[in-house]
C-alpha cells in the first residue's frame, strides 16, 4: 500500500499583556520519525535591546538591522528526522533548538535581569520574599516534632516526613505561578501544592528550627545546563538543597515515596541552580557508583524427573535498581504475583506462594522479595532427555539492528549477580553444560560459572553495564557484546536418564 506525504504550516501568535520573560523556545521538531522541510525563528527587537540566546544544532542567526529595530534569524533546511532507536540520548541533545531570553524584563508587576545565572537569581530570590511565613499552629508543630532531636539531620528528616504525611502535590502553572511558590501558610491550609510551593514550604519549616536551605531548579529530563546562559526554559522542577556539616541532601518534596537522602534517578547526576542569598549558584547533584545499583537473584530449586520443579527464589534489588521496583511494597498481593511472574515467562503454569517484601528506606534504599515456585514445566522432556534452562528469568534479548544513527546513551549502570542451585532428580545424570563464557568491552561485561557435584549444579550469571555516552559508530561492537551474553545467558543444559 503506498505511503502518504503531508505537509503541514502552521502559525500561531501568543500576545503578553503582563511583560514578558522569556522568548518561545524554537523547537521544531519535538518528536522523532518527523523531518523538517524547512524552518525559521525570527526575532525582531528595538534597535540596541540586549538579550541572550543559545543555539544548538541550529547554527547562527541572519542579522539585519534599521534605525529602529533589529532583527535576528535562524533558518533551517532539510532537516532529517531522528530515528527511535532504543538506549538513545533525550530528544531534546539530536535535534535543533534555539533558546533566547531579553537581558533585562518585566514580567507579572517585576523587574529582573537574565544576563547571566546571578543576576536572575536575585529575580528569583525577590519571588521567595515573603513566603515563608508560617502561622503560630505550624511553628507550634515543628518544634514539637524537632526539639527534642540531637542533631539537623534527624530535624530534616522528621520534618520531610511531616511534610510527605500531610501534604499532597498538585501542579500550578498560572501566570507567575509557574515560578513564584504559594505562600507556606497557603500549603499549611490547604495540604497541596506543586514542586515550587512544597519546597518553599519545607524550607520554611527547616528555617524555624534553625536549619539553612536553598530552593534549587532543576530539569528532570536533561542532566546538562549552560553556565553561560541564563534561562528558565532549561528547568522544569524544583528540589531543596540543604547543607549540612558533612553532607548534602537533596530532598524531592513531590513524592514522599522517595527514601530520605537518596538522591533519585531522574535528578542524580543533573546540574541544578541553587538560589540563596540574592543570588544563584550553578551546581550538579552526585550520582551512584554503577556498582551500587545491584541486583542479586538467588534460586534454589529441586526438579523432578519430567521437568517440573518446586523451588524458593529471592530477590534483592539496590539503590538505582531498587528504584525501578520500589512500587512493589504497596502493591496488594495479586499484582506482587502478576509483577513477578512477568519476569518468569520461562515457566509456563508456574504458581507462586508465600510472597514476601521486606523494604529498606534509606540514603542508599533496597527492597528484597522472598517467594516460592511450583512450576509443572521448568524444563522440557524429550525422550529420555530433560532439557533445563540456565535461568528461570526471562530471555535476555538480543539486538535486531544492524545500523545505528544516534549515539548509545546508558543513563545509569548496573551490576547484575543471579544464582542458580538445581537439585538433579534421582535417576539423572548431566549429560552436558554449556561452556563458561565472558566478555569485556566499552560498555560492560557479563560471564556465566556453571560448577557440578553429587546431585546438584551451581550457575552463576553475572552483568556488569556501565553508564556513559557511545557514538554510534560503536554500535556493532555494543550488538556483538549484548548478543553475545543473551547466547550465553539463554543457554541450556542438559540431563539424560540413566
Known amino acids: 500500500m503506498p505511503q502518504s506525504c503531508y505537509t503541514v504550516r502552521f502559525e500561531h501568535e501568543i500576545a503578553h499583556r503582563n511583560g514578558i520573560l522569556t522568548f518561545p523556545v524554537f523547537l521544531p521538531q519535538s518528536s522523532t520519525a518527523t523531518a523538517l522541510l524547512s524552518g525559521s525563528y525570527t526575532i525582531t527587537l528595538p534597535r540596541n535591546t540586549p538579550f541572550g540566546w543559545k543555539s544548538l544544532r541550529a547554527g547562527e542567526p541572519e542579522h539585519d538591522s534599521t534605525e529602529e529595530t533589529e532583527t535576528y534569524r535562524w533558518r533551517l533546511e532539510g532537516v532529517p528526522a531522528v530515528c527511535s532507536e532504543t538506549s ?35 529575580w528569583q530570590c525577590s519571588l521567595l520574599e515573603g513566603r515563608d511565613l508560617l502561622p503560630e499552629e505550624l511553628r507550634a508543630e515543628v518544634h514539637r516534632r524537632t526539639d527534642a532531636l540531637g542533631t539537623p539531620r534527624e530535624k530534616v ?6 511534610l510527605g504525611e500531610t501534604t499532597r502535590y498538585v501542579s500550578i502553572q498560572l501566570g507567575i505561578g509557574g515560578l513564584q511558590p504559594m505562600p507556606a501558610e497557603e500549603v499549611f491550609r490547604t495540604k497541596f501544592g506543586d514542586c515550587k510551593a512544597l519546597s518553599n514550604y519545607l524550607k520554611a519549616m527547616l528555617a524555624e528550627c534553625g536549619i539553612a536551605s536553598d530552593y534549587t531548579m532543576i530539569h528532570t529530563q536533561r542532566p546538562r545546563m549552560f553556565h553561560d546562559f541564563a534561562s528558565p526554559a532549561q528547568a522544569d522542577h524544583v528540589i531543596l538543597r540543604v547543607p549540612l556539616e558533612g553532607d548534602t541532601l537533596w530532598l524531592e518534596c513531590t513524592n514522599p515515596e522517595i527514601p530520605f537522602g537518596y538522591v533519585h534517578n531522574t535528578i542524580a547526576g543533573h546540574d541544578a541552580i541553587a538560589f540563596h542569598d540574592n543570588t544563584a549558584e550553578f551546581v550538579t547533584l552526585p550520582t551512584y557508583a554503577d556498582s551500587l545499583n545491584r541486583m542479586e537473584q538467588t534460586v534454589e530449586v529441586t526438579l523432578d524427573d519430567r521437568g517440573g520443579a518446586r523451588g524458593h527464589i529471592a530477590e534483592r534489588y539496590e539503590v538505582g535498581q531498587y528504584e525501578s521496583v520500589m512500587t512493589f511494597a504497596k502493591l496488594d498481593a495479586r499484582r506482587r504475583s502478576d509483577f513477578l511472574l512477568s519476569d518468569l515467562r520461562k515457566l509456563p503454569l508456574v504458581r507462586l506462594a508465600n510472597i514476601a517484601c521486606t523494604e529498606l528506606k534509606e540514603a542508599l534504599p533496597a527492597i528484597e522479595f522472598a517467594y516460592d515456585i511450583d512450576a509443572p514445566k521448568y524444563g522440557t522432556l ?32 548496573y551490576d547484575d549477580v543471579t544464582t542458580i542451585r538445581l537439585r538433579i532428580p534421582e535417576g539423572m545424570t548431566v549429560e552436558s553444560v554449556p561452556k563458561q563464557s565472558a566478555g569485556t568491552s566499552p560498555f560492560g561485561s557479563f560471564s556465566t560459572h556453571i560448577t557440578t557435584e553429587e546431585g546438584c549444579i551451581t550457575v552463576v550469571l553475572r552483568t556488569r553495564m556501565h553508564a556513559g555516552l557511545y557514538p554510534p559508530e560503536m554500535f556493532d561492537d555494543y550488538r556483538k557484546f549484548i548478543d553475545a551474553r543473551s547466547r550465553a545467558f539463554n543457554a541450556r543444559l542438559v540431563l539424560k536418564k540413566e
Open 157 to 162: 528528616r522528621a520534618l520531610y516526613d511531616y
Open 382 to 413: 524429550s525422550g529420555n532427555r530433560l532439557f533445563v534452562p540456565l535461568t528461570p528469568f526471562a530471555d535476555y534479548g538480543t539486538l535486531a539492528d544492524r545500523e545505528r544513527q544516534n549515539p548509545i546513551y546508558r543513563a545509569e549502570g
Open 88 to 122: 538513545s540520548p533525550p530528544l531534546i541533545d539530536l535535534v535543533p533548538v534555539v533558546y533566547a531570553v531579553p537581558h533585562r524584563f518585566e514580567y507579572e508587576k517585576t523587574q529582573g535581569s537574565m544576563e547571566n545565572w546571578e543576576s536572575y537569581g536575585r
